[in-house]
T-cell receptor
Framework: NAGVTQTPKFQVLKTGQSMTLQCAQD?????MYWYRQDPGMGLRLIYY???????DKGEVPNGYNVSRLNKREFSLRLESAAPSQTSVYFC?????????????FGAGTRLSVL | QKEVEQNSGPLSVPEGAIASLNCTYS??????FFWYRQYSGKSPELIMS????GDKEDGRFTAQLNKASQYVSLLIRDSQPSDSATYLC????????FGSGTKLNVKP
């Protein structure tokens, strides 16, 4: 039982390059989330998907796009990377019910944009 | 104004003491409240959730919620050096909003 799997774990990009961060969960959760974490800033929600086929913006969506490919997979795309997007990115999943915590996080992707 | 506020710390307590971590949140139709522990370089780990006013205990951890005053706290009894980590408060108003975390140091 892998839980939430993120790939890659590390990535270095040059300004202007594009990339897609992959996330998959095997817990049959309806809701999935992408966060970024910067020093002293806590976790900030980029996008989330309450259920398969739906996506919504979070606090900091600019410069990102997402795809909920199916119930298991939720990808995050940087079309033209900028140094301000240097961060640690976490994917998470949860049940859709109101009381469910975003309790299952992936191991994170450490991204540097030069 | 941030949705969820936490003191960044660090909060230092001696081994065996009670650590008290606090979190305040903005006035919304709040639904659920969570505490996460995050070790350096690792992903957050859910340790407590609370939905109703009052206290909820789980082992050495007690979460306290006061919706009228808009705060939620986490007490860690008999603190151990292994409890040294950053503790993140999160509130669910449909989406999740996280505080920036409080760093806890438990000194042997």
């Amino acid at each position: 039982n892998a839980g939430v799997t993120q790939t890659p774990k590390f990535q270095v990009l040059k300004t202007g390059q594009s990339m897609t961060l992959q996330c998959a969960q095997d817990m049959n959760h309806n809701s999935m989330y992408w966060y970024r974490q910067d020093p002293g800033m806590g976790l900030r929600l980029i996008y989330y998907s309450a259920s398969e086929g739906t996506t919504d913006k979070g606090e900091v969506p600019n410069g990102y796009n997402v795809s909920r490919l199916n119930k298991r997979e939720f990808s995050l795309r940087l079309e033209s990377a900028a140094p301000s997007q240097t961060s640690v990115y976490f994917c998470a999943s949860s049940e859709a019910r109101r009381g469910a915590g975003s309790g299952n996080f992936g191991a994170g992707t450490r991204l540097s944009v030069l | 104004q941030k949705e969820v506020e936490q003191n960044s710390g660090p909060l230092s307590v001696p081994e065996g003491a009670i650590a008290s971590l606090n979190c305040t949140y903005s006035d919304r139709v709040s639904q659920s409240f969570f505490w996460y522990r995050q070790y350096s370089g690792k992903s957050p780990e859910l340790i407590m959730s609370i939905y109703s006013n009052g206290d909820k205990e789980d082992g050495r951890f007690t979460a306290q919620l006061n919706k009228a005053s808009q705060y939620v706290s986490l007490l860690i009894r008999d603190s151990q050096p292994s409890d040294s980590a950053t503790y993140l408060c999160a509130v669910r108003f449909n989406k999740f909003y996280f505080g920036s975390g409080t760093k806890l140091n438990v000194k042997p």
